[in-house]
Nanobody
Framework: QVHLMESGGGAVQSGGSLRLICTAS????????VGWFRQRPGKEREGVAT???????AYAPSVRGRFTLAQDKVDNTWYLQMDSLKPEDTAIYYC??????????????????WGQGTEVTVST
């Protein structure tokens, strides 16, 4: 099992930026798929951004053009750069991973490893 830990959450005003960091116990750059998910108040967990083992990235329509997922080749980390934040981005954000075989997917059931979450609050 890969152990994951998120950091970088916090409170920011609308239009601001935050950078979330996921630190893994193992290097997942070529060995699996990684992603960021969020759970907004009263909603189910949803996919935000994901990267396949081949480097292909996908973003949810609600964040496309504002959020960017990046993964470090050397360190066991990946990031979610969040710009132009909106109040509706307020949520608990989770990083997730799955070793190969895996697919580019927003299905939570694919991912076997999850962090404990970091809270993001965007105020008007």
């Amino acid at each position: 099992q890969v152990h994951l830990m998120e950091s970088g959450g916090g409170a920011v005003q609308s239009g601001g930026s935050l950078r979330l960091i996921c630190t893994a116990s193992e290097n997942m750059y070529r060995d699996g798929c990684v992603g960021w998910f969020r759970q907004r108040p009263g909603k189910e967990r949803e996919g935000v951004a994901t990267r396949s083992k081949n480097g292909v990235r996908a973003y949810a329509p609600s964040v496309r053009g504002r959020f960017t997922l990046a993964q470090d080749k050397v360190d066991n980390t990946w990031y979610l750069q969040m710009d132009s934040l909106k109040p509706e981005d307020t949520a608990i954000y989770y990083c997730a991973s799955k070793r190969i075989p895996c697919e580019l997917s927003f299905e939570t059931t694919q991912y076997t490893d999850w962090g404990q979450g970091t809270e993001v609050t965007v105020s008007t």
